[in-house]
């Protein structure tokens, strides 16, 4: 894992060096490392990274896009001082991330022939995707980072998140007040559900957060400290990982509606249900990777996957229910026969 990470460390560097050189608009922007890697629960082969590319955005206004609460169009409470925002601006006046995205995408094309000793592609573009796709040679694999553009404003977060991040019982409610007063990060991401699609949406994001939540995931202060008592939370978000990425490489058509991200909501909802460190023992790893699969489970079974920070945006949309009883089968058959599918290799 340490020597993927750092080719892409090598790859980012030179690239955000880069960016930042090539156009004075983009100067500000900085990485923050999100995803598994820098969650410490990577599992498997360590070909997969993400890297956020966060730029701050002066005062903006926040308009809901859709009924789900996650969805937004941006636009600037006032005629921002860089004049540079002004060229990604629609008619009226909302912040377009096809555009920022396709700007970006054009310095990183130009700039990875520039990248010494490593040799690095920029892959074609997915409908819909909020990334910048790179693949970088590391014979005799591939590593494949994508590069997310992230605005990071300081503005409360929406009313949609009011009652979400429900840590009281499990981290406690200053550490929910501290987290809420964090900054508001949004990715471009295009929502699917607009009737004509412009490419001008932005989802929220809180990469940052859950990174947060999950490096420090103990009840008392001092869970997995060096001298504190261990706990299995992130052995458990490994195997719930491993489990959905070995079943995805089995029925890759079935399954190419999931993501790990599913799991990882539906883990951050046990640590909720089940919030005391003595809960996750880290002798008890087995029943407590059941208990979080059971939990999933069930969502699966309800077509209800409640996102964690926005109560009323449920993750799986009712129109795929075959495909969650489908994965639901497929679980409750691994769960009733010793996890067979850890064994074999596709």
């Given at each position: 894992v340490s020597e993927a990470s750092s080719l892409?460390?090598?790859?980012?560097?030179?690239?955000?060096?880069?960016?930042?050189?090539?156009?004075?608009?983009?100067?500000?922007?900085?990485?923050?490392?999100?995803?598994?890697?820098?969650?410490?629960v990577k599992i498997s082969e360590p070909n997969e990274f993400?890297?956020?590319?966060?730029?701050?955005?002066?005062?903006?206004?926040?308009?809901?896009?859709?009924?789900?609460?996650a969805y937004y169009y941006v636009s600037f409470k006032r005629s921002p001082k860089e004049r540079g925002w002004l060229k990604f601006l629609e008619e009226d006046g909302k912040l377009s991330?096809?555009?920022?995205?396709?700007?970006?995408?054009?310095i990183i094309k130009q700039e990875v022939k520039n990248i010494k000793d490593v040799e690095v592609t920029v892959a074609r573009k997915k409908a819909g995707s909020p990334a910048i796709t790179l693949q970088i040679k590391n014979p005799p694999s591939e590593i494949s980072m994508d590069i997310i553009l992230t605005l990071e404003a300081q503005?409360?977060?929406?009313?949609?998140?009011?009652?979400?991040?429900?840590?009281?019982?499990?981290?406690?409610?200053?550490v929910r007040r501290d987290l809420r007063l964090e900054s508001l990060y949004l990715v471009a991401k295009q929502n699917k559900r607009e009737k004509v699609l412009r490419g001008n949406t932005w989802r929220l994001s809180f990469s940052h957060i859950e990174k947060r939540m999950i490096n420090n995931?103990?009840?008392?202060?001092?869970?997995?400290?060096?001298?504190?008592?261990?706990?299995?939370?992130?052995?458990?978000?490994?195997?719930?990982?491993?489990?959905?990425?070995?079943?995805?490489?089995?029925?890759?058509?079935?399954?190419?509606?999931?993501?790990s991200y599913h799991v990882k909501t539906a883990f951050?909802?046990?640590?909720?249900?089940?919030p005391n460190d003595s809960d996750w023992?880290?002798?008890?790893?087995?029943?407590?990777?059941?208990?979080?699969l059971g939990f999933f489970v069930d969502s699966l079974q309800k077509s209800q996957l409640t996102h964690f920070f926005i109560p009323q945006y449920n993750l799986f949309s009712l129109e795929d229910k075959a495909k969650h009883h489908f994965l639901s089968r497929k679980i409750s058959h691994e769960l009733n026969n010793g996890f067979p599918v850890f064994h074999e290799n596709y």
């Open positions: 892409v460390n090598k790859v980012v560097s030179h690239l955000v060096q880069a960016i930042r050189g090539k156009d004075s608009f983009f100067s500000s922007i900085e990485r923050y490392s999100a995803g598994s890697y820098y969650e410490r993400d890297i956020m590319l966060v730029m701050p955005i002066p005062r903006i206004q926040l308009d809901e896009s859709d009924d789900t609460g991330a096809f555009k920022m995205l396709d700007a970006l995408r054009e503005h409360s977060w929406p009313l949609s998140t009011q009652s979400g991040l429900k840590i009281e019982q499990w981290l406690g409610k200053k995931h103990g009840n008392s202060k001092t869970c997995c400290e060096s001298d504190g008592p261990k706990c299995c939370r992130k052995g458990c978000l490994k195997l719930l990982k491993y489990l959905l990425e070995q079943l995805k490489m089995k029925y890759p058509k079935e399954l190419e509606k999931f993501c951050l909802h046990s640590c909720v249900t089940w023992h880290l002798g008890h790893l087995d029943d407590c990777f059941q208990q979080c």
